[in-house]
């Protein structure tokens, strides 16, 4: 990985779950439980049933809950606070993370598909809410989700962030086309397989950043 690759970087975006922090925390898994019950209810439906829709909601729309506005005419606000309902004290400080990006130069922020509340809370539990200048949600995002290119557009408008200078990380490679088409570095952070759009790739966040240091 060439360091010189991101020698021109001055903004630093990063996803929150599955990224910021270890899929073995169960996090997301908390999460997933509770976006199943919710679909199981409001829509009446078997567990099984209510467990492949969501699946499928994910896969056509982004999130399930485009899925369910879309689809279902659910309202965002309760969904959110009823999915993120979980409890934090799973993650655990992460130190050398903070180090390494409180290393990288210039602004740093967080673009999650979840409301900007759960990135609040999963930055604070992780050690790493200090090291962020702007948190951005679903909500920030007009409730588009990422990978559909008005969710970027509307998030890096609001930032200012100059695409060409800015770099992200992602666990989900799908969210890193658009920011590739957009001319970002892309960086995949995980064991999914990625595509020529995936710039580079890491299975360990913070010994990737801190060679960039």
């Given amino acids: 990985m ?6 021109h970087i001055t903004t630093w975006v990063f996803d929150l779950d599955n990224t910021l922090y270890p899929r073995g925390s169960g996090l997301f898994r908390q999460i997933e439980d509770k976006m199943n019950d919710f679909v199981e209810r409001e829509l009446k439906l078997p567990r099984h049933e209510a467990i492949v829709l969501r699946n499928t909601y994910w896969r056509k729309h982004g999130t399930t809950l485009a899925g369910l506005m879309q689809e279902h005419g659910i309202k965002p606000e309760p969904y ?25 130069p210039g602004r740093k922020i967080i673009f999650t598909n979840g409301p900007r509340g759960h990135g609040e809370k999963a930055s604070a539990a992780c050690g790493l809410r200090q090291c962020f200048d702007q948190i951005y949600g679903i ?9 559909r290119a008005p969710a970027f557009e509307k998030v890096f408008a609001t930032d200012g962030l100059t ?4 770099a992200m990380f992602e666990d989900d490679p799908v969210n890193l086309l658009v920011p590739f088409s957009l001319g970002l570095q892309t ?27």
Avoid: C, M, W
């Avoid at 999915?83 to 934090?88: A, F, L, R, S």
């Avoid at 004290?89 to 409180?102: E, F, G, R, T, W």
């Avoid at 909500?139 to 990422?146: F, I, N, R, S």
């Avoid at 990625?194 to 580079?200: C, S, T, V, Y």
């Fill in 80 to 104: 959110l606070l009823e999915v993120h309902d979980i409890d934090y004290s799973v993650l655990i400080p992460d130190p050398q993370l903070q180090a390494a990006i409180d290393s990288l």
């Fill in 187 to 213: 960086v995949l952070v995980g064991p999914e397989n990625g595509g020529d759009h995936i710039l580079h790739r890491t299975l360990d966040l913070t010994a990737f950043l801190t060679q960039l240091a």
């Fill in 2 to 7: 060439p360091k010189s690759a991101f020698a």
């Fill in 139 to 147: 909500e920030d995002a007009a409730y588009v989700p990422k990978p």
């Fill in 163 to 166: 695409p060409q200078n800015t």
